[in-house]
């Protein structure tokens, strides 16, 4: 199935036009029913209640692995060890890991799994979950995305997640992996939350102008699309130009009810070798949602993002007086360079209070 490109342009990566060309596309049809069924997911994982055996302490360890997405496995040893794995390659690697480590803390003794993935398998395998949906476009595909829990017609809304340009969904085996949602977005889906994931090619992955780009575009199709779906609220979170993107977003009044950019916003200084330019300042004076939670997180030794002092207090002043919440996330101790927001120690710091800012929208200070 394809849908329309609400914006159409014929432009060279890079390259920055003199004019643009808008061309209007018949009404969007709806997405399939099937997104908003009951949930194909159980939530037993999450009921920590149920881990047999735990100390305090070890129910802290579960409390965190919780937080962190898919591939990743959870192992209990008969004597009180236990081990837990996640970033892992695949959830044999992941279990692979757990295990072994539950071998050392169990003292030599075996372990069991406990937890994989989104499923308990202590008494016995998970099941075997339906493929995602996917809804292809021109350019761009929308996809459920894979190892999360599925929430449907129960889910609080749909975080919708969107990558920076380093994703080429062209070379061998990319399509077993798809871009990855960075691990505070778990903490979405654990709250009741669905994951979608837009892939843009890269072929069609250009810029429009100094703020627009075929990113943004084609994640206004893909907020439209799941509003249709049924989801109550949509928000719209990325890495670099993802998250520019969902900045850039917020052109469109009511379009979303939340946009995370994580090493995403700010003054902008291009690649080596590379021309083209974006303008941070009129990005945020296209903002014209006033309702919608905003988070920008900002790093030292981002050589993408090199001012974020100046960037930081550019974002306080320029969205200060608006109704919904921001959260700016200025220079972190310890965290360093353009894919800091991918460390365990930003989800750990910061991956609660921006859960809190945008789902339950409250003003906070992490």
Do not use: K
Request: charged residues 20%; glycine residues 10%.
């Amino acid at each position: 199935m394809r849908f329309p490109v609400l914006l159409a342009f014929t432009l060279s990566a890079c390259a920055l036009p003199s004019q643009e060309t808008v061309v209007q596309g018949p009404p969007l049809p709806p997405v399939p029913r099937l997104t908003v069924t009951d949930s194909v997911s159980a939530r037993t994982v999450l009921e920590i209640e149920r881990v047999p055996g735990l100390t305090e302490a070890g129910r802290r360890s579960y409390a965190r692995f919780l937080t962190y997405p898919a591939p990743r496995a959870f192992a209990l040893g008969s004597e009180g060890g236990l081990a837990w794995a996640a970033n892992a390659r695949d959830s044999t690697e992941a279990e692979q890991r757990a295990l072994a480590q539950c071998l050392r803390a169990n003292g030599g003794r075996p372990c069991r799994l406990y937890a994989r993935d989104q499923h308990v398998v202590w008494d016995g395998p998970a099941p075997v979950e339906p493929s995602p949906i996917a809804i292809a476009g021109e350019g761009w595909l929308l996809t459920q995305a894979p190892g999360f829990l599925r929430h449907g017609r129960d889910a609080v809304g749909a975080i919708l997640w969107t990558h920076g340009r380093g994703s080429d969904m062209r070379r061998d085996g990319a399509a077993e992996r798809l871009p990855t949602p960075l691990p505070f977005v778990q903490r979405f889906n654990n709250a009741g939350w669905d994951v979608w994931v837009l892939v843009r090619d890269p072929a069609h992955d250009v810029n429009y102008d100094p703020v627009l780009s075929f990113a943004d575009a084609s994640l206004r199709t893909a907020a439209q699309l799941l509003r249709e779906a049924g989801y109550a609220r949509v928000v719209a979170a990325g890495q670099s130009a993802g998250g520019w993107a969902a900045l850039a977003a917020l052109d469109t009044p009511r379009l979303l009810d939340g946009a995370i950019a994580i090493a995403g916003a700010g003054l902008y200084q291009p690649p080596p070798g590379q021309v083209g330019r974006l303008d941070f300042p009129a990005l945020l004076e296209r903002v014209r949602d006033t309702e919608a939670a905003v988070v920008v997180a900002m790093f030292a030794g981002d050589p993408l993002l090199p001012w974020p002092a100046r960037s930081a207090a550019m974002l306080r002043m320029a969205l200060g007086n608006r109704e919904g919440p921001v959260l700016v996330i200025d220079r972190p101790a310890g965290l360093y360079g353009h894919g800091a927001g991918a460390e365990p120690a930003f989800n750990d710091r910061y991956g609660d209070c921006i859960l809190r800012t945008v789902a339950a929208r409250q003003a906070a200070r992490c």
